[in-house]
Protein backbone atom coordinates (compact mmCIF):
# COMPACT_ATOMS: atom_id res chain seq x y z
CA UNK A 1 0.00 0.00 0.00
CA UNK A 2 1.13 3.73 -0.85
CA UNK A 3 2.39 5.89 1.93
CA UNK A 4 1.38 9.51 2.51
CA UNK A 5 2.33 11.39 -0.26
CA UNK A 6 2.74 15.01 -0.52
CA UNK A 7 3.80 17.43 -3.37
CA UNK A 8 6.42 19.18 -4.18
CA UNK A 9 8.91 18.12 -1.65
CA UNK A 10 10.79 21.39 -1.48
CA UNK A 11 9.03 24.99 -2.67
CA UNK A 12 10.72 28.63 -2.41
CA UNK A 13 8.21 31.52 -2.74
CA UNK A 14 8.80 35.03 -2.45
CA UNK A 15 7.03 37.14 0.42
CA UNK A 16 3.58 38.30 -0.90
CA UNK A 17 3.37 35.19 -2.79
CA UNK A 18 1.01 32.29 -2.13
CA UNK A 19 1.44 28.97 -2.41
CA UNK A 20 -0.93 25.27 -2.60
CA UNK A 21 0.63 22.01 -1.30
CA UNK A 22 -0.98 19.15 -2.18
CA UNK A 23 -1.10 15.66 0.01
CA UNK A 24 -2.57 12.16 -0.89
CA UNK A 25 -3.55 9.80 1.97
CA UNK A 26 -3.36 6.18 2.18
CA UNK A 27 -5.80 4.56 0.31
CA UNK A 28 -9.26 4.46 1.88
CA UNK A 29 -8.30 6.66 4.48
CA UNK A 30 -10.61 9.55 5.31
CA UNK A 31 -8.84 11.92 7.52
CA UNK A 32 -6.47 14.38 6.20
CA UNK A 33 -4.68 16.62 9.24
CA UNK A 34 -1.49 19.29 8.27
CA UNK A 35 0.91 20.52 10.77
CA UNK A 36 3.56 22.90 10.49
CA UNK A 37 6.86 21.99 11.75
CA UNK A 38 9.91 24.69 12.55
CA UNK A 39 12.76 24.57 14.93
CA UNK A 40 11.28 27.69 17.19
CA UNK A 41 7.84 26.20 17.47
CA UNK A 42 8.18 22.59 17.24
CA UNK A 43 5.02 20.93 15.53
CA UNK A 44 1.71 22.71 15.59
CA UNK A 45 -1.51 21.74 14.17
CA UNK A 46 -2.88 23.39 11.69
CA UNK A 47 -6.31 21.83 10.37
CA UNK A 48 -7.68 18.57 9.55
CA UNK A 49 -10.53 17.28 7.25
CA UNK A 50 -12.95 14.06 7.14
CA UNK A 51 -15.17 13.49 4.50
CA UNK A 52 -14.43 16.80 2.66
CA UNK A 53 -15.42 18.96 6.07
CA UNK A 54 -13.21 20.76 8.36
CA UNK A 55 -13.46 18.97 11.42
CA UNK A 56 -10.64 20.80 13.76
CA UNK A 57 -8.55 24.11 12.85
CA UNK A 58 -5.38 25.39 15.02
CA UNK A 59 -4.33 28.78 16.05
CA UNK A 60 -3.63 29.76 12.58
CA UNK A 61 -3.92 32.95 10.54
CA UNK A 62 -6.75 33.35 8.08
CA UNK A 63 -3.81 33.33 5.47
CA UNK A 64 -3.94 29.61 5.98
CA UNK A 65 -6.84 27.45 4.19
CA UNK A 66 -7.03 23.76 3.22
CA UNK A 67 -9.65 21.56 1.38
CA UNK A 68 -10.24 17.86 1.28
CA UNK A 69 -11.53 16.57 -2.29
CA UNK A 70 -14.47 13.52 -2.37
CA UNK A 71 -11.33 11.32 -3.36
CA UNK A 72 -9.75 12.40 0.32
CA UNK A 73 -6.65 14.26 -1.30
CA UNK A 74 -6.35 17.44 0.48
CA UNK A 75 -4.99 20.78 -0.62
CA UNK A 76 -3.37 23.66 1.76
CA UNK A 77 -2.91 26.96 1.06
CA UNK A 78 -0.77 29.85 2.24
CA UNK A 79 -1.46 33.31 1.30
CA UNK A 80 0.29 36.56 1.32
CA UNK A 81 3.47 34.59 2.48
CA UNK A 82 5.62 36.05 5.22
CA UNK A 83 9.30 35.19 5.85
CA UNK A 84 7.66 33.57 9.22
CA UNK A 85 5.95 30.78 6.83
CA UNK A 86 8.92 29.19 6.17
CA UNK A 87 8.84 25.30 7.80
CA UNK A 88 8.40 22.10 6.75
CA UNK A 89 4.54 20.93 6.63
CA UNK A 90 3.44 17.78 7.11
CA UNK A 91 0.23 15.61 6.10
CA UNK A 92 -1.11 12.83 7.97
CA UNK A 93 -3.61 10.65 7.09
CA UNK A 94 -6.14 8.41 8.95
CA UNK A 95 -8.73 6.33 8.50
CA UNK A 96 -11.06 7.95 10.89
CA UNK A 97 -11.37 11.42 12.65
CA UNK A 98 -8.85 11.86 15.26
CA UNK A 99 -5.28 11.69 16.14
CA UNK A 100 -4.74 7.81 17.16
CA UNK A 101 -3.69 6.24 14.11
CA UNK A 102 -1.88 9.15 11.99
CA UNK A 103 -0.06 8.68 8.86
CA UNK A 104 2.27 11.10 8.18
CA UNK A 105 3.66 11.83 4.84
CA UNK A 106 7.53 13.40 3.97
CA UNK A 107 6.81 16.78 4.49
CA UNK A 108 6.92 19.99 1.92
CA UNK A 109 9.69 21.80 3.20
CA UNK A 110 8.73 25.69 1.93
CA UNK A 111 11.59 28.38 1.78
CA UNK A 112 9.73 31.93 1.57
CA UNK A 113 12.30 34.73 0.60
CA UNK B 1 -5.32 23.10 26.72
CA UNK B 2 -2.99 20.01 27.07
CA UNK B 3 0.64 20.46 26.89
CA UNK B 4 3.76 18.13 26.47
CA UNK B 5 7.44 19.02 27.75
CA UNK B 6 10.13 17.15 26.54
CA UNK B 7 12.82 17.63 29.57
CA UNK B 8 15.74 17.01 27.41
CA UNK B 9 16.73 19.08 23.82
CA UNK B 10 19.53 16.88 23.14
CA UNK B 11 20.41 13.63 24.38
CA UNK B 12 23.97 12.24 23.00
CA UNK B 13 24.69 8.68 23.84
CA UNK B 14 26.85 5.53 23.11
CA UNK B 15 26.22 3.01 20.68
CA UNK B 16 24.71 -0.18 22.93
CA UNK B 17 24.13 2.49 26.09
CA UNK B 18 21.03 2.38 27.15
CA UNK B 19 18.47 5.55 27.18
CA UNK B 20 15.45 7.62 28.55
CA UNK B 21 13.88 10.30 26.90
CA UNK B 22 12.01 11.81 29.17
CA UNK B 23 8.17 13.53 29.03
CA UNK B 24 5.14 14.86 30.77
CA UNK B 25 1.95 15.95 29.96
CA UNK B 26 -0.22 18.01 31.32
CA UNK B 27 -3.53 16.85 31.83
CA UNK B 28 -4.90 14.71 34.87
CA UNK B 29 -7.72 13.23 32.86
CA UNK B 30 -7.58 10.07 30.74
CA UNK B 31 -4.99 10.97 27.88
CA UNK B 32 -4.09 8.84 24.99
CA UNK B 33 -0.10 9.05 24.54
CA UNK B 34 2.49 8.64 21.51
CA UNK B 35 5.86 8.62 20.43
CA UNK B 36 7.02 9.70 17.49
CA UNK B 37 10.42 9.44 15.30
CA UNK B 38 11.88 11.31 12.22
CA UNK B 39 14.81 10.49 10.67
CA UNK B 40 16.46 13.66 8.89
CA UNK B 41 14.36 14.62 5.78
CA UNK B 42 11.59 12.65 6.81
CA UNK B 43 8.21 12.66 8.39
CA UNK B 44 7.23 11.17 11.39
CA UNK B 45 7.17 7.31 12.06
CA UNK B 46 4.99 5.92 15.11
CA UNK B 47 6.94 3.80 17.34
CA UNK B 48 4.45 3.07 20.06
CA UNK B 49 1.71 4.54 21.62
CA UNK B 50 -0.65 4.23 24.89
CA UNK B 51 -4.22 4.36 24.75
CA UNK B 52 -5.55 2.10 27.90
CA UNK B 53 -4.40 -1.31 29.40
CA UNK B 54 -0.86 -2.08 30.55
CA UNK B 55 1.33 0.73 31.49
CA UNK B 56 4.53 -0.46 29.75
CA UNK B 57 3.81 -0.46 25.77
CA UNK B 58 6.53 -2.20 23.54
CA UNK B 59 6.77 -0.37 20.49
CA UNK B 60 8.85 -0.89 16.78
CA UNK B 61 12.98 -0.99 16.97
CA UNK B 62 13.30 -1.98 20.53
CA UNK B 63 11.80 1.05 22.55
CA UNK B 64 9.14 0.95 25.05
CA UNK B 65 7.48 3.32 27.18
CA UNK B 66 5.67 3.26 30.71
CA UNK B 67 2.94 5.36 31.54
CA UNK B 68 2.79 6.77 35.03
CA UNK B 69 -0.65 8.35 35.47
CA UNK B 70 0.44 10.05 38.92
CA UNK B 71 3.36 11.38 37.91
CA UNK B 72 1.93 12.44 33.93
CA UNK B 73 5.17 11.07 32.23
CA UNK B 74 5.78 8.69 29.14
CA UNK B 75 9.27 8.25 29.39
CA UNK B 76 10.45 5.99 26.34
CA UNK B 77 13.48 3.67 26.52
CA UNK B 78 15.62 1.36 24.79
CA UNK B 79 18.28 -1.12 26.71
CA UNK B 80 21.05 -0.66 23.93
CA UNK B 81 20.88 1.63 21.26
CA UNK B 82 22.44 1.65 17.96
CA UNK B 83 24.24 4.86 15.51
CA UNK B 84 20.30 3.87 13.58
CA UNK B 85 18.60 5.18 16.39
CA UNK B 86 20.03 8.60 15.77
CA UNK B 87 17.09 10.72 15.07
CA UNK B 88 14.70 13.37 16.53
CA UNK B 89 12.01 11.94 18.73
CA UNK B 90 8.55 12.97 19.83
CA UNK B 91 6.39 12.69 22.66
CA UNK B 92 2.64 13.68 21.67
CA UNK B 93 -0.72 13.63 23.70
CA UNK B 94 -4.63 13.84 21.91
CA UNK B 95 -6.30 16.62 23.07
CA UNK B 96 -9.83 16.63 22.17
CA UNK B 97 -11.35 19.86 21.66
CA UNK B 98 -15.32 20.67 19.96
CA UNK B 99 -15.79 17.13 19.36
CA UNK B 100 -12.47 16.93 17.28
CA UNK B 101 -9.22 14.92 18.28
CA UNK B 102 -5.91 16.63 17.70
CA UNK B 103 -2.24 15.74 18.49
CA UNK B 104 0.12 18.20 20.36
CA UNK B 105 3.67 17.52 20.01
CA UNK B 106 6.49 18.42 22.62
CA UNK B 107 9.39 20.16 21.02
CA UNK B 108 11.47 17.07 20.36
CA UNK B 109 14.56 15.42 21.51
CA UNK B 110 17.51 15.24 19.11
CA UNK B 111 19.21 11.65 20.07
CA UNK B 112 22.81 11.06 18.88
CA UNK B 113 24.21 7.66 19.19
CA UNK B 114 28.40 7.72 18.85
CA UNK B 115 30.27 4.73 18.39
Known amino acids: KAGVTQTPRYLIKTRGQQVTLSCSPI?????VSWYQQTPGQGLQFLFE???????NKGNFPGRFSGRQFSNSRSEMNVSTLELGDSALYLC????????????FGNGTRLTVT | AQSVTQLDSQVPVFEEAPVELRCNYS??????LFWYVQYPNQGLQLLLK??????LVKGINGFEAEFNKSQTSFHLRKPSVHISDTAEYFC?????????????FGKGTKLTVNP
Open chain 2, 92 to 104: AVSEIEGGSEKLV
Open chain 2, 50 to 55: YLSGST
Open chain 1, 27 to 31: SGHRS
Open chain 1, 49 to 55: YFSETQR
Open chain 1, 92 to 103: ASSLYTGGISLH
Open chain 2, 27 to 32: SSVSVY
